[in-house]
């Protein structure tokens, strides 16, 4: 099955490509030839989720997905959230990004935070929505070189290493983008579309 992946973010598309194997030819953004850098205009995760694939569907007439992801600490009230890529600024700087959150966790003793990513299939039409998430914390001092993002900083819940120490595949294995694309993958095998 041949499916656009709504994505220009070549890590992603690592990570995802490592899951959904070769049962499914994945094309990108790029390979569609849109450009576009698609409105993220809602105030949930979901809905932002949603609108990037609607984007896609109803302008290249190509069943897709797209997803969404933040990371939602709940001493900063939620934030960075949906602005998670923009959260120092439209320059999404991931190292911008971690020092602003670290600033304003700062003066805070309750470092929980988690990953919550939000996957909209769209197939003829008809649309379905898959979550994964990953609870955590944040630490300040950042560790590791690989992932991307906030890994750096972020601890999962039973574990010592951040994301960023993991490597591809044990990072993989419990992420949040990780548990949501098993649900999407699971649906994929198992629906008759």
Do not use: W
């Amino acid at each position: 099955m041949k499916l656009c992946f709504a994505t220009n973010n070549k890590h992603k598309l690592k990570e995802i490509q490592a899951l959904l194997g070769d049962q499914f030819e994945l094309v990108t953004l790029q390979d569609i030839g849109c450009d576009t850098d698609i409105p993220e205009p809602f105030d949930t995760i979901s809905e932002n989720s949603r609108e990037k694939a609607r984007y896609v569907h109803d302008h290249y007439g190509i069943d897709c997905f797209a997803d969404d992801t933040g990371l939602i600490v709940g001493a900063l009230n939620g934030e960075p959230g949906v602005k998670s890529a923009r959260y120092a600024g439209e320059q999404r700087n991931s190292q911008d990004n971690i020092n602003l959150l670290i600033k304003n966790l700062s003066s805070h003793e309750n470092h929980y935070a988690h990953f919550l990513t939000v996957i909209t299939l769209v197939i003829n039409g008809v649309y379905q929505q898959f979550e994964g998430s990953v609870e955590g914390r944040i630490i300040f001092d950042q560790r590791g070189n690989n992932g991307f993002g906030y890994d750096p900083v972020f601890v999962p819940e039973g574990f010592e290493q951040t994301f960023a120490e993991m490597t591809l595949e044990d990072k993989s294995a419990l992420s949040h983008r990780a548990r949501a694309f098993a649900k999407l993958v699971h649906f994929l095998k198992n629906t008759s579309i």
